[in-house]
């Protein structure tokens, strides 16, 4: 399952709408069941004013009882061009990571791979700042 945190953005000279995506999540699944896909999006959503989109899966049942409102769309080439088009290109990023740099992945890993993928993909944008993150980071870390 993979998660963007996108933004509408819009052009006030050229009414033209964009999205910006800055973080993403990841989380292996077992399977496409509704239960286990709730549990993971409630643990990645951090307040119940959020709004989601989704592709039109059955999965995604009960996903309106927790969040402000839920809109599926069907999935189509306008829906995976515009609505869901940070999901994708995370998606195809991480496949062509994987597929450049290891040669097999074990599924018991697969969520370790993800994880140092999705940190990568979030810090992408902190150029010169990096460093300065990762001092700050071990000098508050508490060691637990």
């Known amino acids: 399952m993979i998660m963007a945190e996108s933004t509408v953005l819009e052009d006030v000279a050229t009414g033209k709408v964009e999205r910006q995506c800055r973080y993403f999540k990841a989380k292996v699944l077992g399977n496409h069941k509704a239960a286990g896909v709730d549990d993971a999006l409630q643990k990645a959503i ?6 989601v989109f989704t592709d039109d899966s059955t999965s995604y049942v009960d996903i309106a009882d927790y969040v402000e409102i839920h809109i599926s ?11 869901l088009k940070w999901v994708h290109i ?3 990023n991480a496949k062509r990571n994987f597929a450049g740099t290891y040669h097999k992945i074990k599924a018991k890993y697969l969520q370790l791979y993800l994880n140092e993928f999705v940190y990568k993909l979030n810090r992408r944008y902190f150029g010169d ?3 300065d993150r990762l001092v700050m980071a ?6 637990h």
């Open 138 to 143: 071990s000098v508050t870390a508490n060691g």
């Open 129 to 131: 700042r990096i460093f």
């Open 90 to 92: 995370a998606i195809g």
């Open 73 to 83: 769309e069907k999935s189509s080439p306008q829906t995976t061009k515009d609505t």
């Open 46 to 51: 951090e307040n119940e004013g959020s709004i």
